[in-house]
C-alpha cells in the first residue's frame, strides 16, 4: 500500500492592506422633483432654517409648498424648478423616466459607509427599483434677468444637502447640475446669496470659481413692511 502524499506546505495568509480599504460606493441621482415630493422638500427646508438660524422666520406649510411649487402653470426652468440629489446602497435603473429632465446619476466612492439617522425620514417615493433610495438633498432655483447681458439667468434661493451627507460633493454635484441646465438654455449667468457668517460655504464657493461680491448687499420687502409699502408708497 502505497503511502499518504505528505501535506502541502503552508500558505502565507494573506495580509490586509490598511493603507488602501476598499471603497464604499454610494450612487446618487440627481432628478425633478414632483409635487409628491413636498412633504420632504418642507422638512428639509425646516432644516436648512435651523441651520442658517432663521426658524422664527420659516412659516412654509406642505400645503403652501405644493400650491406654489407644483402649481399646474409651472414649467420646469421656466418658473420655481426643484433639483433633488438621491442616494442608494444599489446601482439606479437606466429605465427611470423624467419628463423634462434626463436624471444625472454618479457614483462616490467613499472611505466610509454613511450612518444615516434619519433614512427612514428621508425616503424617496420615486424609484426604488432596486432598493431603497434616500433624499439627501435639494436645489430650489428659478429664472431672472440680466440688462448687462441682455440674456436670462438662474437665481438660486435654497442649496442644502443634509448633515450626514456633507463634505462629500453633493452640494457640488447640485451647482453644476443648475450649471450646466443654464448653458443649455443660453442663459448668462447663474446666482445666489451666503451668509456672511458661513465661511466654509463662502470658501467653498470661491474654490469653485464664484465670485463673492462683498460690495452688494440684498434688499428685502416682506411681511408688514411690504404690505405698509404697497399701501402707502
Given at each position: 500500500?502505497?503511502?499518504?502524499?505528505?501535506?502541502?506546505?503552508?500558505?502565507?495568509?494573506?495580509?490586509?492592506?490598511?493603507?488602501?480599504?476598499?471603497?464604499?460606493?454610494?450612487?446618487?441621482?440627481?432628478?425633478?422633483?414632483?409635487?409628491?415630493?413636498?412633504?420632504?422638500?418642507?422638512?428639509?427646508?425646516?432644516?436648512?432654517?435651523?441651520?442658517?438660524?432663521?426658524?422664527?422666520?420659516?412659516?412654509?406649510?406642505?400645503?403652501?409648498?405644493?400650491?406654489?411649487?407644483?402649481?399646474?402653470?409651472?414649467?420646469?426652468?421656466?418658473?420655481?424648478?426643484?433639483?433633488?440629489?438621491?442616494?442608494?446602497?444599489?446601482?439606479?435603473?437606466?429605465?427611470?423616466?423624467?419628463?423634462?429632465?434626463?436624471?444625472?446619476?454618479?457614483?462616490?466612492?467613499?472611505?466610509?459607509?454613511?450612518?444615516?439617522?434619519?433614512?427612514?425620514?428621508?425616503?424617496?417615493?420615486?424609484?426604488?427599483?432596486?432598493?431603497?433610495?434616500?433624499?439627501?438633498?435639494?436645489?430650489?432655483?428659478?429664472?431672472?434677468?440680466?440688462?448687462?447681458?441682455?440674456?436670462?439667468?438662474?437665481?438660486?434661493?435654497?442649496?442644502?444637502?443634509?448633515?450626514?451627507?456633507?463634505?462629500?460633493?453633493?452640494?457640488?454635484?447640485?451647482?453644476?447640475?443648475?450649471?450646466?441646465?443654464?448653458?443649455?438654455?443660453?442663459?448668462?449667468?447663474?446666482?445666489?446669496?451666503?451668509?456672511?457668517?458661513?465661511?466654509?460655504?463662502?470658501?467653498?464657493?470661491?474654490?469653485?470659481?464664484?465670485?463673492?461680491?462683498?460690495?452688494w448687499r440684498v434688499c428685502r420687502l416682506t411681511g408688514d413692511a411690504l404690505k405698509g409699502y404697497a399701501d402707502n408708497g
Open positions: 500500500m502505497a503511502a499518504a502524499a505528505p501535506p502541502p506546505p503552508p500558505t502565507d495568509t494573506p495580509e490586509l492592506n490598511m493603507n488602501n480599504p476598499e471603497p464604499h460606493h454610494l450612487f446618487t441621482r440627481i432628478r425633478l422633483a414632483t409635487s409628491s415630493d413636498t412633504p420632504l422638500i418642507h422638512k428639509m427646508i425646516h432644516q436648512m432654517a435651523v441651520f442658517e438660524r432663521l426658524s422664527d422666520q420659516c412659516v412654509a406649510t406642505e400645503q403652501s409648498l405644493s400650491a406654489t411649487l407644483f402649481s399646474p402653470t409651472n414649467i420646469p426652468f421656466q418658473s420655481f424648478t426643484v433639483f433633488l440629489i438621491e442616494v442608494s446602497k444599489l446601482p439606479f435603473s437606466p429605465n427611470f423616466i423624467s419628463p423634462n429632465f434626463k436624471p444625472i446619476s454618479k457614483i462616490l466612492n467613499l472611505e466610509y459607509p454613511v450612518n444615516d439617522p434619519e433614512e427612514k425620514v428621508f425616503k424617496s417615493l420615486v424609484g426604488q427599483e432596486n432598493g431603497d433610495v434616500y433624499v439627501a438633498g435639494f436645489v430650489l432655483f428659478f429664472p431672472n434677468y440680466s440688462t448687462f447681458l441682455a440674456k436670462p439667468g438662474f437665481y438660486i434661493e435654497d442649496l442644502f444637502v443634509r448633515e450626514c451627507y456633507r463634505r462629500k460633493g453633493l452640494g457640488k454635484m447640485l451647482l453644476s447640475a443648475v450649471a450646466k441646465q443654464a448653458v443649455e438654455m443660453g442663459f448668462g449667468r447663474v446666482e445666489w446669496v451666503v451668509l456672511d457668517w458661513n465661511i466654509n460655504a463662502i470658501k467653498f464657493y470661491e474654490e469653485m470659481g464664484a465670485n463673492v461680491m462683498k460690495e
